[in-house]
């Protein structure tokens, strides 16, 4: 059984960056399309990147384009979140998510995702 766990999570300055990891356990990833998602107190959830199977195609929500970079190693059986330029408002607990499909959708939704890792935090001071 496939199992997702995020790390990386912390404080930071606004301003700052941060490198999210979602390693996995009891499954290759390499299968799955993966996606990281965020929730802000009192918000829903939203998607803000996907990264295909191979790693080839990439997807972001148009609020952090530009700022997120997305990745994936696949013999570590890791995906990787690159987070800059944060600011106070991206406060949240961010996942991972896999996906049933190798191949991410134009919109990144959670319903399309059925294994999550627990979340993490990220705090960004202003």
């Known amino acids: 059984q496939l199992q997702l766990v995020e790390s990386g999570g912390g404080l930071v300055q606004s301003g700052g960056s941060l490198r999210l990891s979602c390693t996995a356990s009891?499954?290759?990833?390499?299968?799955?399309?993966i996606g990281w998602f965020r929730q802000a107190p009192g918000k829903e959830r939203e998607g803000v990147s996907c990264?295909?199977?191979?790693?080839?195609?990439?997807n972001y929500a148009d609020s952090v384009k530009g700022r997120f970079t997305i990745s994936r190693d696949n013999a570590k059986n890791t995906v990787y979140l690159q987070i800059n330029s944060l600011i106070p408002e991206e406060t949240a607990i961010y996942y991972c998510?896999?996906?049933?499909?190798?191949?991410?959708?134009?919109?990144?939704?959670?319903?399309?995702?059925?294994?999550w890792g627990q979340g993490i935090q990220d705090t960004v001071s202003s």
């Open positions: 009891g499954a290759r990833l390499h299968y799955y399309a």
């Open positions: 990264i295909s199977s191979g790693g080839g195609n990439t």
């Open positions: 998510a896999a996906s049933s499909l190798s191949q991410c959708n134009r919109s990144i939704v959670p319903p399309a995702f059925a294994s």
